[in-house]
Each structure stands twice: as C-alpha cells, then as structure tokens.
C-alpha cells in the first residue's frame, strides 16, 4: 500500500510535467488537505521507535537504547516517539504545499494544455470549497519554521491570484457585480502593495499590478467614472510610492529586507502605461463635465454640486503620464529616443488636457498647463515639477555627453 508521501510526489511530478489527471480527481483531495498533515506522524510505538534506533545506528559512535532502558526509561522512548512523528508530520506539510503550489502554477500558466488544465482548476476549486485550505496557509505563516512559512506564503499569493480571477472577473452579467467587484479589487491591490512598502512583506501577489497590468484595459470598459478615477488614483499612488499612506501611519521599520525587485517593477508599470496612452488610454478616460464623487456620480442631498471638469482625474492621468517618462528615462541610454517619446506623449497628454481647461492652453506657451492643471493641489504639483526637472536633467545630460 502506498503511503501518502509516495502519492502527494506521484501528483507533483504527474502535475510539473502537465500531465491530465486522468484518476479521480477528487480523490486527491483527502491528500493535499492540511488537516492530514497533522495526524500524518501517528504510527505505532514499535515502527517509530525501530525508525529511532535506525537513525541512532546510521551516527558513528551511537546506538539505539536497550529493551531494559526503555523500561526504565519510558519518558525519553515517548520524547523519541513525539519527534519523529513530528518530523513526519513536517514533511507530509511541506510536500502538500509544494504539491499545491505547482498544481496553481499550471492553472495560471497559458502553457499549460487546456485539457490539463481544466482538470488543475477543478482539484482547486474543489480542495476551496472542502477544505478552507486559505484560512489554514494564513495559519501556517504564523510557524515559527521558516520554510514552512515561506511555502504557505508563495501557495497563499497564488491561491489568491487564482480567486480573483475566478470570482471579481467572473460574474460580469449583472452591473453591480461588476462595478463591487472592481472596487473591491482596487482596493485590494492598494492593501497589498502597501503591505510591501510598509510591512516590507515580498509576496507574489503584492506585484499583480507590476506584473500583470491588465488592469488598464478596464479604463476602456462602460463602468462609472468614479471607478476609471479610482483606478487612475491608485496607480498614481504607486508610481509616486505613497501606496497605503492613509492606512499605515507609523513610521516604516529601518531594519528590514530591502526590496530589490521594486525598480524593475516599477519600470514595468510605466512601461505598461506609456504604451497603453500610445493606444489611446487617455480618449478612453472620461472627464465628465460634473465632477465624479468617490461615492459615485451623484450628488448628494444638501450639496450643491460643482461646474467644471474633474480635476482630481485630470491631475492624477498627467501626473502618472510625466512620473512613468521619468521611470522610463532614468533607463534609457539613448538621447533620441527621450526626446521622441517626450514630445509623443506630452502630445497625447496635451490632447487629452485641451478641451479640460478654460480658457484653453495658449499653443505659444505649452508649459503653461503644468500650473493650471496642479493649482489646487500643492503635493501633486510638487511631484509633478519635481518629475519634469528630472526629465529636463537626463535630457541636458545626454546631450552634453553627445
């Protein structure tokens, strides 16, 4: 009879080679539940402590306890007993994270063929559904064993990756849904990636927007303005670093691991964004002529509403637009190319701005838009100054060097 070892490695490597899981798949489910783990160090006292006296005998110099010791002795035979299951125990845990870490590894990929994969979503969903596997990693990342933690963290970020794709994307036929659902999401993102700076926390799942920045494509979409302003914001917020500022109002710990993956990260984001505004994001982004409340669109009984454009959407598109052509700058070796994506996408931003802002910009002094569109809001026109001066310096330098 096999043991549970042998079939939790018989799925991981059936699964690393994107095989079909041809058995029952819900089979697999008493194998990969947690709670198994816990009582997989159980045996008998006569196996465990033949395992012990092996372990002794393989150390030069040690041997296993006599049948006399043990009599008199019971208390080390038990402390024995209660290590080596514990040991067990351990494993079991680690070959089921990894197991299950694999399995939403194929289920995210797009390599992986679609008969496979179908097959990988049902034995997550089902192991979801039956066994609260997300409460008990959040569990696990309390263990004090460090490998432990490490891998119930990787499979809770996947796990959670895996969820919102199948749940805040799924349901798409009712409005409401949609509109909740991206909300939520949004804020969801703000709370992770403010757990990275803060918490100095390095998950996966605290780089969904850096990595997979999809999330633009909903700009285009027919939802609420409040939303697509929201979204912008929150993007606004990243680039700038300043994710998760109303939520976390202690000082960042000056001990801890830096975050070495954040520049690349950032690079990527703005890289995303820059060629989302050449495809005409900024036509997509509505800035309707009432002001778009965090609420929603209406205004509330007792306040009088407000002429004019939404400036907090107009402020935070430009900002966001000027902060990724300096992230991208601050990489690029070639002075030519700077100065063409500069007038390319100040262009798209000035397109996007001119019929916003009255009187109009005068087309002799295109540099006026930066004081009328930051009037109202000293730190953004401060970011947005200090991210120009920034372009205008590896832009002199380039040239001095050339």
């Given at each position: ?6 079939i ?23 194998y ?65 994270l ?9 289920v995210?990929?797009a ?8 097959g ?9 559904q ?17 490998l ?15 969820q919102?794709?199948?749940?805040h ?7 409401s ?15 992770l ?66 975050d ?20 005409g ?13 965090f ?13 004019g ?7 935070a ?6 902060k ?19 007038q ?16 109009s910009?005068?087309?002799h ?7 009328r ?30």
């Open positions: 009879m096999e043991s549970v070892q042998e939790l490695d018989q799925l991981y490597k059936k699964v690393l080679l994107g095989a079909t899981l041809e058995d029952d798949i819900h089979g697999y489910i008493f990969l539940n947690p709670d198994l783990s816990e009582q997989a160090g159980y045996t008998t006292p006569s196996l465990a402590q033949s395992n012990v006296n092996g372990a002794l005998e393989a150390v030069p110099g040690q041997h296993g306890p006599s049948s006399n010791e043990l009599t008199t002795l019971p208390e080390a035979r038990e402390c024995a007993e209660r290590h080596f299951e514990m040991g067990r125990a351990q494993e079991v845990k680690l070959l089921q990894t197991a299950i870490d694999v399995i939403l590894s194929r995210l990929s390599e992986t063929e679609t008969r496979a994969k179908e990988y979503r049902e034995l997550v969903k089902v192991l979801l039956s066994t609260d596997i997300d409460s008990k990693l959040i569990w696990m990342l309390q263990k004090s064993d460090k432990l933690s490490h891998m119930a963290s990787k499979c809770l970020s996947s796990l959670l990756y895996f919102l794709r199948e749940k994307f799924g349901n798409f036929q009712n409005p849904n949609i509109v909740n659902s991206l909300v939520c999401f949004l804020e969801l993102l703000e709370l990636m403010a757990s990275r700076i803060h918490l100095k926390l390095h998950f996966w799942s605290q780089r969904m927007l850096f990595l997979k920045p999809r999330a633009l494509d909903s700009l285009a979409w027919p939802i609420p303005a409040f939303v697509k302003r929201k979204l912008v914001i929150v993007i606004k917020k990243c680039l700038l670093g300043k994710m998760g500022e109303d939520l976390c109002r202690s000082s960042v710990p000056a001990l801890m691991a830096p070495h993956l954040l520049d690349s990260d950032m690079l990527a984001l703005a890289d995303a964004l820059l060629h989302a505004v050449h495809l994001l900024w036509k997509e982004l509505s800035v309707p002529g009432k002001p778009s409340y609420g929603g669109d209406e205004v509330q009984p007792g306040c009088r509403p407000r002429s454009p939404d400036h907090v959407a107009l402020r598109a430009s900002l966001i637009t000027v990724s052509l300096e992230i991208k700058f601050q990489n690029c070796t070639s002075a030519t190319e700077m100065k063409v994506d500069l390319k996408f100040m262009a798209e931003l000035l397109t996007f701005l001119q019929p916003h802002l009255q009187p910009l005068q087309s002094n295109p540099c006026e838009w930066l004081s569109v930051f009037i109202e809001q000293d730190d953004d026109m401060l970011e947005a100054a200090r991210a120009s001066l920034s372009i205008y310096l590896q832009l002199s330098r380039f040239v001095y060097l050339t």
